[in-house]
């Protein structure tokens, strides 16, 4: 076997100096603090069956799609999927990708030419700045949910566009509806009017409002046809896996012959196209029930939100009306220690280190779910408090 470069070694040493070395722990049966499975989806058995009687119908008793969706990988649940959920989010066309990551970067990799600008927020997930980084456009962070700092910068680079007489250029907006490390959202309603004062395309990614906020805050909000595109990540509320960018029909056309990770890669197994359509139908069917999972949810967050204030708690966590949470710990030792001493009472509490989130900003990041008991909710932040007054 070749020797491992030393230069490899050394980042290696580094992050473990740091306290920051990853690694993958098996599952285990604590309880659930910590997944993205905010309604329980992922074993729902329901969905589970409803998948199969579906594939059966389809006559697709396959484990893989063969190939890519331009080469013998599209089916035709493939298709009806992608007109189920165009219809129900009141969108011109919807286009599956394999994953979240897969859809950020084949979305932002390809749209935005030489010349154009892209417009992120800093907060932004990291699949959303790789593919930034690939484009070939100017790229700009602003201030998290800053809406006063984008509106500086759009006035600053049309001044400078008009000055050099260059041609028209594209500016693309980028944020997320809520975000992963916050669990906080902008003000979308104000940041679709900057758009089109300025003439920006708004690109919206609701991975973490799918499911929690019904089918996502754009279309709750209703403010589809404000959006250029509007990004679905499946693997966390809906429970399963894949990934769905929404837009025109044009926006589909162009990134099934100029996205990479759509093109260059073989399709979803069937059985990962199914689960999906099988979920959103029973997503769609929970937004209009009576003792609904979302319901349930909301109801765990505004128990641990209430708790949260009672045991004088509120100074040490960021401001969400989302499923997650996040009390500030500084520090990747201290945080860690933190997130063990929960593990051994018995709750499922993961600790985010620097560098995933800056320096100093380091947080247990509690994830709520339907599921979640009042007496389990309000168990876990009284431990947190023991913890935090020793």
Known sequence: MNSFPQKLHNKLKERKSNNAFRVMNSSNNLIDFSSNDYLGFSVSEEIYENTNTLLSSENLKRNGAKGSRLLTGNYSLYNKTEEYLSKIYRQEAALLFNSGYDANLGLLSSIAQRGDVILYDELIHASLRDGISMSHARAYKFKHNDLQDVQTMCKRIKKNNHVSNAEPIEIY???????????????????????????????????????????????????????????????????????????????????????????????????????????????????????????????????FKTEIKLLGLDQHFIESNSAIQCCIISGNEKVKSYSEKLKEEGYDVKAILSPTVSEGKERLRFCLHSYNSEEEIKGVLKTLKILIKK
Do not use: W
Not at 192 to 204: A, K, T
Not at 254 to 265: C, E, M
């Open 173 to 303: 907006l980028v944020t997320e509806s809520v975000f992963s490390m916050d669990g906080d959202s902008p003000d979308l309603k104000s940041l679709v009017s900057i758009c089109e004062e300025h003439s920006l395309n708004l690109i919206i990614d609701e991975a973490h409002a799918l499911g929690v906020y019904g089918l996502g805050l754009v279309h709750q909000l209703n403010i589809e046809d404000k959006v250029f595109a509007t990004i679905l990540t499946f693997g966390k509320g809906l429970g399963c896996h894949g990934a769905a960018i929404l837009g025109s029909t044009f926006l589909k056309e162009y990134l099934v012959n100029f996205s990479r990770s759509f093109i260059y890669t073989t399709a979803l197994p069937p059985h990962s196209v199914a689960t999906i359509n099988t979920a959103f139908q029973e997503l769609v069917l929970d937004t209009k029930a009576e003792n609904s999972a979302i319901k349930k949810l909301n109801s765990s967050i505004n128990i």
